[in-house]
Structure formats: C-alpha cells, structure tokens
C-alpha cells in the first residue's frame, strides 16, 4: 500500500483535468538528515581547494524540498546563507547548476525569464524555450513566483521586451487561457480548427498570425493533436512544413517549438540537449536549464526519448560532451545510463 500511495503521491495535475505522472532521476533520499548534509557541505567549503565532489553528490541526489532544508541547517550551523557559501566556493558551469538546484522548479525557471529580458538585447531563445515548452500549470506557477520574486507582473515584462506576432504569441501563452481536455470528443471543432490553420496560412497569401495564435494557446493538447492529423488532410504539408513556410524568425521558432510540444514534450527537451551538447562550445547554459528544471519533473522520460531518437544514451553524451566536475554533477541528475 505504501508504495500505491507514494506512487499516487507522485502524481500531478497537467494540461488541464487529467493527472500528469511524474518521471523524475532525482527522487527524496532515504535516510535523509539535514544537519549532517549541512555540516559535510560546510567541510567541503571549507577544505583547501574546494571539495566539489562532495558538495556534487549531496546536492545532486536531494530532491529540491531537502535541498531547502540543508539551506536551513546550514545557515544555522555556519551562521551564513548556504548560496552565498556556494557562489563563492565554486565557478563556473558548476556554479550556474548548483545555484539553479537551490531554486524551487518555478523559481528557476522565473529567474531564467528574468534573465532572458535584463539588460540590453532579449535572450529569445530562452524566452520561447520556457514559454512555449511549459503547460498552463506550470506557467501559472512562474507567473505568482515572479511577481513574488521581482515585484513584477511577467506578461508585463513579456510585452517590454518583444514586440509584433511574436510578443502577441507570447502574452497569449502566459495569459494560461488554454482550455481544460474534455472526455468528449469534438470532431465538428478538430475539422473546424484544421481548416481554419490552414485557411489563415498555406490557403492565402499572407498569414492570418491572430488565428494560429488563438487556436494555439487556447485549445486543449489532445485537441490540438487531433487537429495536427486532421490538418493533414486539408494542407498539402503538415503543421511543421507550413510554419516554416509561413512565418520566419522568433515566431517561427515558437510556433515550432508549440508544435513539438503538443506532439511529444520530452522528445522536444531530448532534441534541444542533444542538440546543445553537439554544438560548438557546447551551449552549457541550455544544458543546465533542461536537466536543472526536469530532473523532477519528467527527465527519466526525456532519457528514453534521448535514446529512442538518437540511438545512444543522454548518459553517454553528456560523458563525451562535456567535462571536470560539471560533468559529475550533470551525470548525477541524469541518473544512469539507458
């Protein structure tokens, strides 16, 4: 029974009415105590030249609520802020990742937002990243964090820094209006939808934007699966096929990356690690993103997708891809090799 509840523990709520099941490589550990792990880390601070391994294995394989609670032992016994402890000690990739760590899902992935919109120049690839890849729950969640956390409202910073189709394709997506999934299904509204994506695009010339945005950010996911396959049978190319056609740019991106998602999210986050890892100077800050903010959400379903799509295991590209202690510390997340 124990293992029935902390199963049903595990579950969540997604897109709407139906339970999303996590697939977490970073679960609570057992025999958990904080004070110990606080002291270890504070001597591991303290050793000469830094023992990062330590601080690797401890902070790695706690869940993000025990993390919090080493914070809380650790400023009592050292009389300091553990991230304070931490920025000091290391460097780095290793830094960014083990900061990132300290931070609740929602709170990492608001400080990432934020980030993406300081200063001169957007980071927009950031931006479509976390917008467009996260569900209306997770997104109402940034949302109350950020206000909490920087004293102002997201869309309002959305609309500051981007402008056009794409700011409107944005606002939509962190308005979070998306429909509930309903059991019934409506074939009227699928053949509806279809046509009118393709009535505002492939059909005219031009684009009608307004209506692939309304359709995309308020529809329901397997809704809007249904209209991708029915969609087919009005449009000589399929959804992807006529977004590159139709849109260039920021736009096109974030509509591609709406697409993927519905289809399959964890092949989507799969694709952006492999391709992060195989680039030239490996794009370290998308790597950590990922396996920073999935690790326990659905990072074991990314490792299957990794596998599946490009024959080799996500362990063993990370092993190849990347190196020293941030290597260690992303292996940890990753959690095995498949």
Not at 86 to 103: D, N, Q, R, T, Y
Not at 129 to 134: F, G, K, L
């Amino acid at each position: 029974m124990a293992l029935v509840s902390e199963f049903l523990g595990q579950l969540t709520l997604s897109y709407g009415g139906e339970a999303e099941p996590k697939f977490p490589t970073v679960v609570p550990a057992r025999d958990f105590d904080p004070a110990r792990d606080a002291a270890r880390i504070e001597t591991a601070i303290k050793t000469k030249g830094v023992d990062e391994q330590t601080i690797i294995d401890i902070l790695t394989r706690r869940s993000g609520e025990q993390r919090r609670e080493i914070a809380f032992e650790y400023e009592r016994i050292a009389k300091k802020d553990l991230n304070t402890a931490l920025k000091a000690a290391l460097s780095g990739p290793l830094e960014a990742l083990m900061l990132g760590l300290m931070k609740t899902t929602a709170q990492y992935d608001a400080s990432e937002l934020k980030a993406s919109m300081k200063g001169l120049g957007t980071d927009e690839e950031t931006l479509i990243e976390i917008v467009c890849s996260r569900n209306d729950e997770e997104l109402a969640d940034i949302k109350k964090v950020y206000k909490e956390m920087f004293k102002k409202d997201l869309e309002k910073d959305v609309a500051g820094d981007t402008s056009g189709d794409f700011a409107k394709l944005l606002l939509s997506l962190v308005q979070t209006k998306r429909d509930q999934p309903s059991n019934v299904v409506d074939y009227e509204k699928i053949d509806e939808d279809a046509r009118s994506l393709y009535e505002a695009g492939v059909k005219r010339k031009g684009t009608d934007v307004v209506t692939w945005i309304t359709i995309m950010s308020q529809r329901s996911v397997p809704h809007l699966q249904k209209v991708f396959e029915r969609y087919k049978s009005y449009s000589p190319y399929d959804m992807k096929e006529s977004i590159r056609k139709e849109v260039k740019g920021d736009l096109e991106k974030s509509f591609l990356t709406l697409v993927e998602c519905f289809e399959n999210r964890q092949l989507y986050f799969a694709n952006r690690l492999n391709e992060a890892m195989k680039s030239k100077g490996a794009k370290e800050k998308v790597v950590t993103r990922i396996m920073v903010s999935r690790c326990e959400v659905d990072l074991m379903k990314i490792r299957t997708e990794f596998r599946r799509q490009h024959k080799r295991s996500l362990y063993q590209t990370i092993a190849e891809h990347t190196k020293g202690d941030y290597q260690k510390a992303l292996l940890s997340l990753c959690g095995g090799d498949d």
